[in-house]
């Protein structure tokens, strides 16, 4: 078995601005309409911003968990879905390029976690992995 992670780091200030001048083509390129409906939802004058900060770090921290970052190996931001369950603990579901890759890496669990405080938004990605192949030696 194979442990791999990835951690991001990223301002909510930086979230607000993209709401407050309603940059709609930024939110529909990086977030699904799932997404968009949950930040949206989320209390509070700064919840929708966190809420979107955070998910972008998620998405940043999956993307270091699979080896490629985001934008690259045609990997891109709406393959790496942030959803809630019903008790609100966030997860991920992966699509098109994402899931190939993270099938190809022998991926059979994802551990997710978000948070915000201070004005940063962070998320911590842990995948575990059947190890597809031994290293010699």
Do not use: W
Request: glycine residues 10%; contains cysteine; neutral net charge.
């Amino acid at each position: 078995m194979k442990i791999l992670c990835g951690t991001d780091l990223v301002e909510v200030a930086r979230f607000k601005r993209i709401l407050e001048r309603h940059e709609t083509s930024f939110i529909n390129k990086c977030f699904t309409a799932k997404e968009q409906e949950i930040c949206s939802a989320k209390p509070g004058p700064d919840g929708a911003a966190q809420s979107y900060a955070a998910r972008f770090a998620a998405k940043e921290a999956c993307g270091k968990a699979l080896g490629t970052g985001i934008m690259s190996e045609g990997i891109g931001l709406t393959d790496i879905e942030v959803l809630s369950d019903a008790k609100g603990a966030p997860f991920l579901e992966l699509k098109g390029k994402a899931k190939e890759k993270a099938d190809e890496l022998g991926v059979f669990s994802i551990s997710l976690s978000l948070t915000h405080d201070g004005g940063m938004a962070a998320a911590y990605c842990t995948m575990l992995a059947e190890r597809k192949e031994q290293n010699p030696g």
